[in-house]
């Protein structure tokens, strides 16, 4: 006896409780329910799994069930699968219904709940890429071709710049040192990355060796936003670097002004370097450092002030130097002076000169050697009435020598 039976018998006893005019209003109602009822029930349905169940199953198969069993919104949504789906093509990832991924056999929905069935799609013209690293380059190429990638090309090349982990990529001359795929690079272990990895067979794929362009200088350090370009520059020019260029970025924060944003070595841009990166020494190298107007002008403005200081500076220093210099060539004068009064001339048969045709009475010392020869007396004897002790400096009893 399923529940609709039991139903029916409930409400039968409960109409023989009731009078005629509740029985009629009560069939009324009851009617009106049961065909609701009869109607909701009727269009639900049960699920035939599991949702585990359905997982790697094929999409037609499990679509055909979900229809069978009366749901009337089934519909398949393919998810790209590069790494899974060239062996899982057309089979279900996971069933949701009405939002659900988890459900139980039998569970009870709607027939038009809306159904998504995803599943693994491969997309057309794409293949698996193979590249034997041990291969020559001639073999790599011609496996590539038949694979469907016909715009395969090889390309010899100078290397110019390098991490100092590729250093050994040139150590086989034959094989692949590089791939560049659709103008990006892969070196190393990025190529064993990319192996077995599927690519539209549209792509443009050419396989390069280097050849080593000279000796390599390794970079020196280089922050963003922290490394001064003018220091770095020096230091780049004192390992060696000579194509040195500098481009500016225009920035409103001054803290960052003069400051490193990245370099570009060779086309390859770096936005730090922490001892890893090597290059030619003719490698051309542009710097990109932040530059604040800002910034600069208060730069030029302490500079100008510096600059006058020093202009100062200078100007009071050479005073100083005048000044010194009028002072010693004084005091060479005066000492100049002082050995002229005090070297002794060599004697001259000079005869004393004459006093004065004058009284003695009245007659003074000279107060000076320069007074007596202004008045024409020399070698004045010491019996002379103007002969002073003070104007005999050698002592030999004649004064004002001539």
């Not at 020096?234 to 490193?260: A, C, Y």
């Not at 050995?339 to 000079?350: G, I, N």
Request: with cysteine; charged share 35%.
């Amino acid at each position: 006896m399923d529940q609709l039976e039991i139903l029916k018998i409930r409400l039968q006893i409960f109409l023989t409780t009731l009078s005629l005019r509740s029985r009629i209003y009560y069939i009324a109602a009851a009617t009106f329910l049961f065909v609701i009822f009869s109607v909701w029930y009727g269009s639900r349905t049960a699920v035939p799994h599991s949702s585990s169940y359905f997982t790697d199953k094929l999409l037609d198969e499990v679509k055909e069930e979900f229809q069978t069993q009366g749901f009337k919104n089934v519909m398949a949504v393919p998810i790209r699968d590069l790494e899974k789906g060239k062996d899982k093509d057309r089979t279900v990832m996971e069933v949701e219904i009405a939002g659900d991924t988890f459900f139980e056999e039998g569970a009870k929905y709607g027939k038009s709940t809306e159904v998504k069935i995803k599943y693994h799609e491969f997309p057309k013209n794409y293949a698996k890429l193979s590249i034997g690293t041990s291969d020559t380059i001639e073999k790599v190429a011609g496996k590539l071709r038949s694979d469907g990638f016909l715009t395969t090309s090889i390309s010899k090349e100078q290397l110019r710049v390098r991490y100092i982990t590729d250093r050994y990529i040139t150590e086989n001359e034959k094989t692949v040192h590089a791939l560049e795929v659709d103008e990006e690079i892969y070196k190393g272990k990025e190529i064993q990355e990319l192996e077995s990895s599927y690519l539209p067979t549209s792509s443009t794929l050419i396989l390069k060796q280097y050849e080593e362009d000279g000796s390599f200088i390794t970079l020196p350090y280089m922050k963003n936003s922290m490394t001064d370009v003018e220091n770095f520059k020096k230091t780049l020019q004192s390992v060696g670097f000579s194509e040195i260029k500098e481009d500016f970025i225009p920035i409103d924060d001054e803290r960052f002004h003069n400051k490193m944003d990245s370099i570009d070595i060779e086309g390859q841009n770096f936005k730090n370097i922490s001892g890893n990166i090597e290059a030619v020494a003719d490698a051309e190298i542009v710097l990109y450092f932040y530059y604040s107007e800002k910034a600069a002008q208060k730069i030029e403005k302490k500079e100008e002030e510096k600059r006058k200081e020093e202009e100062k500076r200078k100007e009071k220093q050479k005073e100083i130097e005048e000044e010194r210099r009028r002072e010693q060539e004084r005091k060479e004068q005066e000492e100049k002076e002082r050995s002229e009064e005090l070297t002794p001339q060599p004697s001259l048969t000079v005869p004393p000169t004459p006093p004065q045709q004058a009284p003695e009475q009245g007659l003074r010392p000279f107060g000076n050697c320069t007074e007596a020869r202004r008045a024409g007396r020399v070698n004045i004897p010491a019996s002379d009435p103007q002969y002073g002790s003070w104007l005999d400096r050698d002592g030999d009893g004649v004064g004002c020598d001539a």
